[in-house]
T-cell receptor, first 111, second 114 residues
Framework: GQNIDQPTEMTATEGAIVQINCTYQ??????LFWYQQHAGEAPTFLSY????GLEEKGRFSSFLSRSKGYSYLLLKELQMKDSASYLC????????????FGSGTRLQVQP | SAVISQKPSRDICQRGTSLTIQCQVDSQVTMMFWYRQQPGQSLTLIATANQGSEATYESGFVIDKFPISRPNLTFSTLTVSNMSPEDSSIYLCSVYGTGSGELFFGEGSRLTVL
């Protein structure tokens, strides 16, 4: 089975940096994904880590440590439009390739 | 990338009825995934649909309640049968993009059961 934990809510200030953590326990691992979901919309892909280390993509970066079962999503230069839910998801190594999602972190960016 | 079209985008249904959701992809894909997102919750995988074989259902989901069709490599349907208010959710179709590791989602079908 899989267990994925992330904080329920976070608040940050416009222009600041925020780090959203995700810890996971899986019976097999084949990648960790981060998605952004605005209210009433479908999730949109942000990043994907399969090896340890940092992946940077513009204002967003994602880090993975497989030995610790830990990932974080780093958002820099926060903008009001970054207010959304951020979903951590894990893919197992069974070959079915489906993702298991965490409960999501609702980020509120304040002026 | 992958462009996914879902129909209907939303519907209001009566208890005891059934509704079929359609998912059309702009490219051929081996696997299509159906997720449910209940109000205020995260995404839960219902089943994986492969062309030419029976769908694989996750624990807690059964074929009688959520029959799935996969007639070809670009299309799938999910039926929500004998609906109750607890089935009020957003149902999302998803596929991997061609040559990429990204899982893309359709816009979702928001069902409200009265």
């Amino acid at each position: 089975g899989q267990n994925i934990d992330q904080p329920t809510e976070m608040t940050a200030t416009e222009g600041a940096i925020v780090q959203i953590n995700c810890t996971y326990q899986t019976s097999g691992f084949n990648g960790l994904f981060w998605y952004q979901q605005h209210a009433g919309e479908a999730p949109t892909f942000l990043s994907y880590n399969v090896l340890d280390g940092l992946e940077e993509k513009g204002r967003f970066s994602s880090f993975l440590s497989r030995s610790k079962g830990y990932s974080y999503l780093l958002l820099k230069e926060l903008q009001m439009k970054d207010s959304a839910s951020y979903l951590c998801a894990v893919r197992d190594d069974t070959g079915r390739r489906a993702l298991t999602f965490g409960s999501g972190t609702r980020l509120q960016v304040q002026p | 990338s992958a462009v996914i079209s879902q129909k209907p985008s939303r519907d209001i249904c009566q208890r005891g009825t059934s509704l079929t959701i359609q998912c059309q992809v702009d490219s051929q894909v081996t696997m299509m995934f159906w997720y449910r997102q209940q109000p205020g919750q995260s995404l839960t995988l219902i089943a994986t649909a492969n062309q030419g074989s029976e769908a694989t259902y996750e624990s807690g989901f059964v074929i009688d309640k959520f029959p799935i069709s996969r007639p070809n490599l670009t299309f799938s349907t999910l039926t929500v049968s004998n609906m109750s208010p607890e089935d009020s959710s957003i149902y999302l179709c998803s596929v991997y993009g061609t040559g990429s590791g990204e899982l893309f989602f359709g816009e979702g079908s928001r069902l409200t059961v009265l």
